[in-house]
């Protein structure tokens, strides 16, 4: 049985890139990565219909480390697609050795995005995996250099596509054919690619935080607050946000809460000197229900010990200025 493994973002090209394989019944399998970026929802959403196997594998240690200095930069945002693609088929070889499959693909199309699908970042991605020879993209493989799969005639290379450029359209008219009504939108799925999100990112890379995975999960959550190179604070803006914070939360950080009105919890991701945590808590304060001027007692939680200290409200117009 010959076997493809695919990368699978759950987007149209990927769902394509599966059924174009598939009409050659070839036995196809396919791979959704994890990080603080991006999940597998869509994936898992969309693999329903094409009745394909999907394993999850989390990139999380080796994406970070890639992400601090990607060989290729970044595009518009922090996005470091060239990098992350050929990581993602490193891992993605990796697994097919693993399980003696016989090829990789992606539903990636040659022009479809200028910087991080023009020729040569197609062919950087499949170099850099380390499987260049066993990469198909279906969408465009007639387009591209011939592969291994396609000289062995494991794969008919007549039978897949050429497809070339932004227009949505071929992919469109090739859903209709194989009865694919239902698919994402194109946009959105990754965190790199959004700018708010990719100030956070720069402010914590450029920071003297610790830059561990929870760091990172962290920057979804909350508003942020930057004291100082080295202190962050972090405000709950709902219950759920609350609950997600103090989830992340780690022994060493300090946690602030009032008790006695609804307000938010502040984490300080690190220890810090009694001036940042009355800081912290006047901030905790301004984001209550308290009146203007009250002095609140506010509960304070490091090293398994809690103590109350008081504060008023800090005022909002000049937490601006510490914003990320
Ligand atoms: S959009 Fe995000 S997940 Fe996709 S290749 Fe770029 S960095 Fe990676």
């Given at each position: 049985?010959?076997?493809?493994?695919?990368?699978?973002?759950?987007?149209?090209?990927?769902?394509?890139?599966?059924?174009?394989?598939?009409?050659?019944?070839?036995?196809?399998?396919?791979?959704?990565?994890?990080?603080?970026?991006?999940?597998?929802?869509?994936?898992?959403?969309?693999?329903?219909?094409?009745?394909?196997p999907?394993?999850?594998?989390?990139?999380?240690?080796?994406?970070?480390?890639?992400?601090?200095?990607?060989?290729?930069?970044?595009?518009?945002?922090?996005?470091?697609?060239?990098?992350?693609?050929?990581?993602?088929?490193?891992?993605?070889?990796?697994?097919?050795?693993?399980?003696?499959?016989?090829?990789?693909f992606?539903?990636?199309?040659?022009?479809?995005?200028?910087?991080?699908?023009?020729m040569?970042?197609?062919?950087?991605?499949?170099?850099?995996?380390?499987?260049?020879?066993?990469?198909?993209?279906?969408?465009?493989?007639?387009?591209?250099?011939?592969?291994e799969?396609?000289?062995?005639?494991?794969?008919?290379?007549?039978?897949?596509?050429?497809?070339?450029?932004?227009?949505?359209?071929?992919?469109?008219?090739?859903?209709?054919?194989?009865?694919?009504?239902?698919?994402?939108?194109?946009?959105?799925?990754?965190?790199?690619?959004?700018?708010?999100?990719?100030?956070?990112?720069?402010?914590?890379?450029?920071?003297?935080?610790?830059?561990?995975?929870?760091d990172?999960?962290?920057?979804?959550?909350?508003?942020?607050?930057r004291?100082?190179?080295?202190?962050?604070?972090?405000?709950?803006?709902?219950?759920?946000?609350?609950?997600?914070i103090?989830s992340?939360?780690?022994?060493?950080?300090?946690?602030?809460?009032?008790?006695?009105?609804?307000?938010?919890?502040?984490?300080?991701?690190?220890?810090?000197?009694?001036?940042?945590?009355?800081?912290?808590?006047?901030?905790?304060?301004?984001?209550?229900?308290?009146?203007?001027?009250?002095?609140?007692?506010?509960?304070?939680?490091?090293?398994?010990?809690?103590?109350?200290?008081?504060?008023?409200?800090?005022?909002?117009?000049?937490?601006?200025?510490?914003?990320?």
């Open positions: 049985m010959v076997t493809g493994i695919g990368l699978f973002s759950g987007g149209l090209d990927s769902i394509l890139a599966v059924r174009i394989l598939q009409e050659q019944n070839l036995h196809i399998e396919v791979i959704s990565f994890v990080t603080p970026f991006f999940g597998p929802e869509t994936a898992e959403k969309s693999v329903k219909q094409l009745k394909v999907l394993h999850l594998i989390d990139i999380t240690g080796t994406h970070l480390e890639m992400l601090k200095n990607p060989r290729h930069g970044y595009g518009n945002n922090m996005n470091p697609c060239i990098d992350c693609h050929a990581l993602m088929f490193r891992h993605a070889g990796l697994f097919m050795e693993k399980t003696g499959a016989d090829f990789l992606s539903g990636e199309v040659l022009g479809e995005r200028p910087m991080s699908q023009n040569n970042s197609l062919k950087i991605v499949a170099r850099e995996s380390g499987f260049e020879d066993f990469i198909i993209r279906p969408l465009s493989a007639r387009l591209l250099p011939v592969t799969p396609e000289k062995q005639g494991i794969v008919a290379r007549e039978k897949l596509l050429d497809i070339r450029g932004r227009s949505r359209k071929p992919q469109i008219e090739l859903a209709r054919r194989f009865g694919i009504t239902c698919y994402p939108n194109p946009a959105g799925g990754c965190l790199l690619t959004d700018s708010s999100f990719s100030n956070r990112l720069r402010d914590l890379l450029n920071s003297k935080d610790k830059k561990s995975k929870r990172f999960e962290l920057l979804s959550v909350g508003r942020h607050l004291i100082s190179d080295a202190v962050k604070i972090i405000v709950g803006r709902n219950e759920k946000e609350n609950e997600k103090l992340l939360s780690e022994e060493e950080d300090i946690i602030i809460t009032i008790e006695e009105i609804p307000g938010p919890v502040v984490l300080i991701p690190c220890s810090a000197e009694d001036e940042v945590v009355k800081f912290a808590a006047s901030i905790c304060v301004q984001y209550s229900d308290a009146q203007a001027d009250e002095l609140v007692p506010v509960s304070v939680f490091h090293d398994n010990r809690m103590v109350k200290i008081h504060a008023s409200e800090y005022p909002r117009q000049l937490l601006n200025q510490y914003a990320v």
